[in-house]
């Protein structure tokens, strides 16, 4: 099917970019990297958006560390943050997760900031962003916010970002001496969306453990955490058996997803302490 | 309309080496642009959701898909199609391969398989047969089965390694 979009406006400056969402009065959509978004207007799910293409704006993308964080710009492309070498250093869990994330050609296109805003369920990056204890930077015309991205993603598409807000950036901990980070997801095909996907991060104030493909939103499990941080994996499987209500579908049904959870976690922590390459 | 906010768009790019100025529709995806404006039929509209590949071309360097973004971003790109690529000699190697190989059967993949196997053979050296079915893995060829695709693009890295190393 063909897009049809209400109209088009590009925006020189994240100043700019909030002043159109504004004028847009509520149909303004946010385009960045449009791989989801162009893929959504092409089927017709979105209709007459009145689209404010960020994508040349030159400040929002790139990668710096300062501070004991390390600072993505929204419009980042996957393929940039699976390359970058500050990435590869301090937040490895991100640098493996592109490689999960659709095609090469997709990845050469799509932006990190898109794939936060627009919070599939299914997609990496939120789920690291909640493993990573990241957070996310907001702009809006009611100046500047940040939100932790445990308080970010809310329901199926769904985030903290107002109307008229725009994601500009993510802070992300460095990975502090001795941290591990390991992303485990199980998908048919290389390329496809997990039909589930666990986020293990271990730092010296404990194990982050962060799901996808699980509900409608990635979730952290606390309970599992907590197990895990007793050195009791079994207990960790079964609190996170009952920590997710995952969907069926065509792809899994809901008791195929909680045991490939559990299966998936066992793989994390055995990578984590080095049993498995 | 809400004032800003455009329904036709200027822009202005380069298309094969050429320059190209026109004004676009809003929501008009690149393969659109390039097959109804420009008379560029080699990069097919198949899917239109970024799932089969077929529309696959070369932007500022990067393989894209052309389905996924909209001809109003393409200003100031810099465009490549398998048309171009085949005029400036840039796959000839490659597309011989694809016909010694049987890589191609109705050809409706062809264009953007090319470009895609196009983008990593650039990167040197001889992937391995997992990293050449890796990165073909976003595009779908319903006749060959993939064996003689790869059989090609692998034949391909080799030959042009041993040309550098010669």
Redesign the interface.
């Known amino acids: 099917?063909?897009?049809?979009?209400?109209?088009?406006?590009?925006a020189e400056s994240v100043g700019h970019a909030l002043?159109?969402l504004a004028?847009?009065?509520g149909?303004g959509r946010v385009?960045a990297g449009?791989?989801s978004l162009?893929?959504a207007?092409?089927?017709r799910l979105s209709v007459g958006d009145?689209?404010v293409?960020i994508?040349?704006i030159s400040d929002l993308s790139g990668v710096a560390v300062g501070d004991g964080a390390l600072r993505i710009g929204a419009l980042t492309r996957h393929?940039q943050v699976g390359s970058d070498p500050l990435v590869n250093v301090h937040t490895p869990l991100l640098r493996d997760a592109v490689s999960h994330i659709?095609?090469?050609?997709?990845r050469?296109?799509g932006t990190i900031g898109g794939a936060l805003a627009h919070a599939d369920p299914a997609a990496e990056f939120p789920a690291c962003a909640l493993a990573l204890g990241a957070i996310l930077h907001v702009d809006g015309a009611n100046g500047a916010r940040s939100v932790a991205a445990e308080d970010f993603f809310e329901d199926v598409f769904t985030t903290a970002l107002n109307e008229g807000e725009l994601l500009t950036s993510i802070t992300v901990p460095v990975a502090e001496n001795g941290e591990v980070q390991v992303l485990e997801e199980v998908a048919r095909?290389?390329?496809d969306y997990a039909l589930v996907g666990l986020c293990l991060v271990k730092r010296s104030a404990g194990h982050r453990i962060a799901l996808f493909s699980v509900g409608p939103k990635p979730i952290l499990a606390k309970g599992a955490m907590a197990a895990l941080d007793a050195g009791d994996l079994d207990a960790a499987v079964e609190s996170l058996s009952a920590e997710i209500d995952p969907p069926s579908d065509t792809q899994a049904s809901a008791a195929y997803r909680r045991h490939l959870a559990g299966v998936l976690l066992r793989r994390a922590v055995a990578r984590l302490k080095g049993d498995v390459a | 309309m809400t004032e800003p906010f455009r329904d036709k768009v200027d822009v202005s790019m380069t298309v094969n080496g050429e320059p190209v100025e026109a004004r676009v529709p809003a929501g008009q995806h690149m393969i659109d642009f390039l097959r109804l404006e420009l008379g560029l039929t080699g990069a097919h509209a198949s899917c239109e959701h970024g799932v089969c590949g077929a529309c696959t071309i070369r932007v500022d360097g990067d393989a894209v898909r052309g389905c996924l973004m909209l001809a109003a971003q393409a200003d100031g790109a810099e465009v490549w199609t398998v048309e171009g690529l085949t005029d400036t000699n840039t796959i000839d190697d490659l597309q011989d391969a694809f016909i010694a190989r049987n890589a191609l059967q109705c050809g409706f993949c062809t264009p953007g398989m090319l470009v895609a196997a196009e983008e990593l053979l650039s990167k040197g050296g001889v992937p391995s047969r997992a990293e050449i079915r890796e990165h073909l893995s976003g595009n779908y060829c319903r006749c060959t089965g993939y064996e003689a695709i790869i059989d090609a693009v692998e034949s391909v890295a080799q030959d042009r390694a041993g040309k550098v190393t010669a």
């Open positions: 099917m063909k897009a049809s979009a209400g109209g088009y406006a590009r002043e159109l004028a847009a009065e149909q385009l449009g791989q162009i893929a207007m092409n089927m009145l689209l293409d994508s040349k393929a659709a095609h090469a050609a997709i050469n296109r095909r290389s390329g």
